[in-house]
Protein backbone atom coordinates (compact mmCIF):
# COMPACT_ATOMS: atom_id res chain seq x y z
CA UNK A 1 0.00 0.00 0.00
CA UNK A 2 1.50 3.36 -0.88
CA UNK A 3 0.80 6.34 1.14
CA UNK A 4 1.42 8.66 -1.74
CA UNK A 5 -1.67 11.51 -2.14
CA UNK A 6 -2.39 12.03 -5.48
CA UNK A 7 -2.94 15.64 -6.44
CA UNK A 8 -5.99 16.05 -8.10
CA UNK A 9 -7.51 19.06 -10.68
CA UNK A 10 -11.05 19.38 -11.03
CA UNK A 11 -12.00 22.24 -14.06
CA UNK A 12 -14.83 23.90 -15.62
CA UNK A 13 -15.61 26.59 -17.11
CA UNK A 14 -17.06 28.81 -14.40
CA UNK A 15 -16.12 26.43 -11.17
CA UNK A 16 -19.01 27.30 -9.47
CA UNK A 17 -20.87 24.18 -9.85
CA UNK A 18 -19.56 20.60 -10.96
CA UNK A 19 -16.09 20.84 -10.11
CA UNK A 20 -16.46 22.06 -6.35
CA UNK A 21 -19.00 19.39 -5.94
CA UNK A 22 -16.29 16.98 -7.54
CA UNK A 23 -13.30 18.92 -5.50
CA UNK A 24 -15.55 18.59 -2.00
CA UNK A 25 -16.72 14.50 -2.70
CA UNK A 26 -12.84 13.81 -3.69
CA UNK A 27 -11.38 15.32 -0.48
CA UNK A 28 -14.28 13.57 1.39
CA UNK A 29 -14.69 10.42 0.17
CA UNK A 30 -10.59 9.88 -0.50
CA UNK A 31 -9.60 9.69 3.63
CA UNK A 32 -6.18 11.47 2.64
CA UNK A 33 -5.74 8.88 -0.53
CA UNK A 34 -6.10 12.14 -2.96
CA UNK A 35 -5.98 16.25 -2.71
CA UNK A 36 -8.55 17.94 -4.85
CA UNK A 37 -8.99 21.25 -6.65
CA UNK A 38 -11.10 22.42 -8.83
CA UNK A 39 -10.55 25.62 -10.41
CA UNK A 40 -11.94 27.71 -14.08
CA UNK A 41 -11.15 29.06 -17.12
CA UNK A 42 -13.20 31.87 -16.14
CA UNK A 43 -14.35 31.61 -12.56
CA UNK A 44 -16.97 33.45 -11.23
CA UNK A 45 -17.21 35.45 -8.34
CA UNK A 46 -18.65 33.03 -6.23
CA UNK A 47 -19.58 29.47 -5.62
CA UNK A 48 -23.28 28.89 -6.71
CA UNK A 49 -26.06 29.67 -3.59
CA UNK A 50 -27.23 25.76 -4.47
CA UNK A 51 -24.23 24.28 -4.96
CA UNK A 52 -23.16 25.04 -1.16
CA UNK A 53 -26.75 24.43 0.03
CA UNK A 54 -26.23 20.74 -1.93
CA UNK A 55 -22.79 20.21 -0.33
CA UNK A 56 -24.24 21.69 3.30
CA UNK A 57 -27.31 18.94 2.86
CA UNK A 58 -25.04 16.14 1.93
CA UNK A 59 -22.77 17.21 5.32
CA UNK A 60 -19.58 17.94 3.13
CA UNK A 61 -17.06 20.62 4.54
CA UNK A 62 -17.36 24.20 2.17
CA UNK A 63 -15.49 26.30 4.28
CA UNK A 64 -12.81 26.22 2.14
CA UNK A 65 -14.44 25.94 -1.37
CA UNK A 66 -13.99 28.71 -3.91
CA UNK A 67 -14.42 29.63 -7.44
CA UNK A 68 -10.77 30.07 -8.49
CA UNK A 69 -9.05 30.27 -12.28
CA UNK A 70 -6.90 27.64 -13.66
CA UNK A 71 -4.13 30.07 -13.56
CA UNK A 72 -3.35 29.02 -10.15
CA UNK A 73 -2.64 25.35 -10.60
CA UNK A 74 -0.22 26.46 -13.53
CA UNK A 75 2.02 28.69 -11.53
CA UNK A 76 5.21 27.96 -9.94
CA UNK A 77 4.98 26.56 -6.19
CA UNK A 78 1.86 25.29 -7.14
CA UNK A 79 0.96 21.49 -6.41
CA UNK A 80 2.09 19.03 -8.41
CA UNK A 81 -1.03 17.36 -10.50
CA UNK A 82 -1.17 13.80 -11.01
CA UNK A 83 -4.71 13.94 -12.42
CA UNK A 84 -6.54 16.97 -14.07
CA UNK A 85 -10.23 16.14 -15.22
CA UNK A 86 -12.92 18.34 -17.02
CA UNK A 87 -16.37 18.65 -16.02
CA UNK A 88 -17.79 20.41 -18.89
CA UNK A 89 -17.43 20.51 -22.57
CA UNK A 90 -16.40 23.97 -22.85
CA UNK A 91 -13.24 23.58 -20.70
CA UNK A 92 -12.17 19.98 -22.42
CA UNK A 93 -12.43 22.63 -25.90
CA UNK A 94 -10.11 25.11 -23.82
CA UNK A 95 -6.04 25.40 -24.46
CA UNK A 96 -5.38 24.11 -21.12
CA UNK A 97 -2.64 25.91 -19.28
CA UNK A 98 0.96 23.47 -19.64
CA UNK A 99 0.51 21.63 -15.92
CA UNK A 100 3.88 20.77 -14.53
CA UNK A 101 4.88 17.31 -14.04
CA UNK A 102 2.89 15.78 -16.81
CA UNK A 103 -0.92 14.66 -14.95
CA UNK A 104 -2.95 12.21 -16.22
CA UNK A 105 -5.59 13.80 -18.14
CA UNK A 106 -9.79 12.70 -18.73
CA UNK A 107 -12.58 14.18 -19.64
CA UNK A 108 -16.01 13.43 -18.01
CA UNK A 109 -18.64 15.28 -18.98
CA UNK A 110 -22.06 16.75 -16.61
CA UNK A 111 -24.71 18.71 -17.49
CA UNK A 112 -24.26 22.38 -16.26
CA UNK A 113 -26.56 22.32 -13.57
CA UNK A 114 -26.45 26.24 -13.34
CA UNK A 115 -28.27 26.78 -16.36
CA UNK A 116 -31.02 24.80 -15.73
CA UNK A 117 -34.31 26.89 -15.68
CA UNK A 118 -37.32 26.03 -13.94
CA UNK A 119 -38.53 26.81 -10.59
CA UNK A 120 -36.67 26.85 -7.97
CA UNK A 121 -37.95 23.27 -6.70
CA UNK A 122 -36.83 22.05 -9.96
CA UNK A 123 -33.20 23.82 -9.89
CA UNK A 124 -32.79 22.62 -6.75
CA UNK A 125 -33.62 18.72 -7.74
CA UNK A 126 -31.81 19.18 -10.99
CA UNK A 127 -28.54 20.42 -8.96
CA UNK A 128 -28.90 16.80 -7.09
CA UNK A 129 -29.01 14.93 -9.67
CA UNK A 130 -25.57 16.07 -11.08
CA UNK A 131 -24.45 15.86 -7.56
CA UNK A 132 -25.30 12.16 -7.49
CA UNK A 133 -24.17 11.68 -10.68
CA UNK A 134 -20.52 13.06 -9.60
CA UNK A 135 -20.68 11.48 -6.50
CA UNK A 136 -21.07 8.05 -8.15
CA UNK A 137 -18.51 8.78 -10.39
CA UNK A 138 -15.69 10.08 -7.81
CA UNK A 139 -16.34 6.85 -5.65
CA UNK A 140 -15.59 5.29 -8.70
CA UNK A 141 -12.17 7.04 -8.87
CA UNK A 142 -11.65 6.36 -5.55
CA UNK A 143 -11.63 2.95 -5.66
CA UNK A 144 -9.07 2.64 -8.50
CA UNK A 145 -6.14 0.20 -7.64
CA UNK A 146 -3.84 3.17 -8.56
CA UNK A 147 -0.83 1.55 -7.22
CA UNK A 148 -1.30 -1.57 -9.07
CA UNK A 149 -1.69 0.31 -12.90
CA UNK A 150 0.36 2.04 -14.70
CA UNK A 151 0.20 5.06 -16.74
CA UNK A 152 -1.88 3.32 -19.69
CA UNK A 153 -3.86 1.52 -17.24
CA UNK A 154 -5.26 4.48 -15.56
CA UNK A 155 -5.23 6.77 -18.39
CA UNK A 156 -8.45 3.69 -19.92
CA UNK A 157 -10.01 3.61 -16.49
CA UNK A 158 -10.45 7.47 -16.55
CA UNK A 159 -11.62 7.75 -19.98
CA UNK A 160 -13.68 4.77 -19.31
CA UNK A 161 -15.21 6.66 -16.53
CA UNK A 162 -16.18 9.69 -19.01
CA UNK A 163 -18.18 7.33 -21.06
CA UNK A 164 -21.44 7.95 -20.65
CA UNK A 165 -21.97 4.24 -22.43
CA UNK A 166 -19.78 2.68 -19.94
CA UNK A 167 -21.83 4.30 -16.92
CA UNK A 168 -24.16 2.63 -14.70
CA UNK A 169 -25.17 6.21 -12.79
CA UNK A 170 -28.30 6.00 -10.66
CA UNK A 171 -30.53 8.94 -11.39
Known sequence: MSDKVYNTLFLCTGNSARSIMAEALLNSFSQDRFKAYSAGSHPGAHVNPL???ILQAARLPIDELRSKSWDEFARPGAPQLDFVITLCDSA?????????GQPITAHWGFE???????????KRAHFDKIFRQIANRIRIFNSLPLTTLDRVAIKRELDALGNPATQTVAS
Open 51 to 53: TIE
Open 92 to 100: AGEQCPLWP
Open 112 to 122: DPSAFEGTDQE
